[in-house]
């Protein structure tokens, strides 16, 4: 069964980084791609960006460009997103969600549990 | 504002039938994929491509598109989905992807 288990909530001042963990089981890690998503309190979900399965390629979000990398480790199957510069506006659950795709097509399944991040002074 | 448009609320009456639609300029060449997600909880696929379902999902939900429309359709609402819908694509201009601003549906 495919899994995907992220890291703790967190809590931090703004100007502060934060680095949230997305690690997989149950699939072959380097066959997919994965994407991070945001869903701010009682907004909707915010596509952030993506890396490749190799982990050599990114694509980021325009808004997001220059403050956030996302980085994987194939040697544990899990995928980092850092988020730097934080601000009160970032406060957030942080998902990942593993890529699947076809002709025209693609879908997000499953989803990690969510990352609470908290930016508060 | 989102490139896929979504209405932000939408009711159906306890096992009647709902249409949930998505707008957007991508969908001309592009499927949508949806999620259901109930509070407290992580978004879940339940449509994807021209009308697929992940295994286990109820087969009330069912998906299509038309033009720059994708809709999901709940045939025989149940309370149980009360929860927001989410649709998702490919940005039109290329490498980007981006997620509708959700519907709130309503069981009465």
């Known amino acids: 069964q495919v899994h995907l288990v992220q890291s703790g909530a967190e809590v931090k001042k703004p100007g502060a980084s934060v680095k949230v963990s997305c690690k997989s089981s149950?699939?072959?890690?380097?066959?997919?791609?994965m994407h991070w998503v945001r869903q701010a309190p009682g907004q909707g979900l915010e596509w952030m960006g993506v890396?490749?399965?190799?982990?050599?390629?990114?694509i980021y979000a325009q808004k997001f460009q220059g403050r956030v990398t996302m980085t994987r480790d194939t040697s544990t199957s899990t995928d980092y997103m850092e988020l730097n510069s934080l601000r009160s506006e970032d406060t957030a659950i942080y998902y990942c969600?593993?890529?699947?795709?076809?002709?025209?097509?693609?879908?997000?399944?499953?989803w990690g549990q969510g990352t609470l991040v908290t930016v508060s002074s | 504002s989102s490139e896929l448009t979504q209405d932000p609320a939408v009711s159906v009456a306890l096992g009647q039938t709902v249409r949930i639609t998505c707008q957007g300029d991508s969908l001309r060449t592009y499927y949508a994929s949806w999620y259901q997600q109930k509070p407290g909880q992580a978004p879940v696929l339940v449509i994807y491509?021209?009308?697929n379902r992940p295994s286990g999902l109820p087969d009330r939900f069912s998906g299509s598109s038309s033009g720059n429309t994708a809709s999901l359709t709940i045939t025989g609402a149940q309370a149980e989905d009360e929860a927001d819908y989410y649709c998702?694509?490919?940005?039109?201009?290329?490498?980007?992807?981006?997620f509708g601003g959700g519907t709130k549906l309503t069981v009465l």
């Open positions: 491509g021209k009308n």
């Open positions: 969600a593993r890529d699947l795709s076809a002709t025209v097509t693609w879908w997000l399944d499953p």
């Open positions: 998702y694509s490919r940005h039109s201009s290329g490498n980007l992807w981006v």
């Open positions: 890396i490749n399965p190799s982990g050599a390629r990114t």
């Open positions: 149950g699939y072959m890690f380097t066959s997919h791609y």
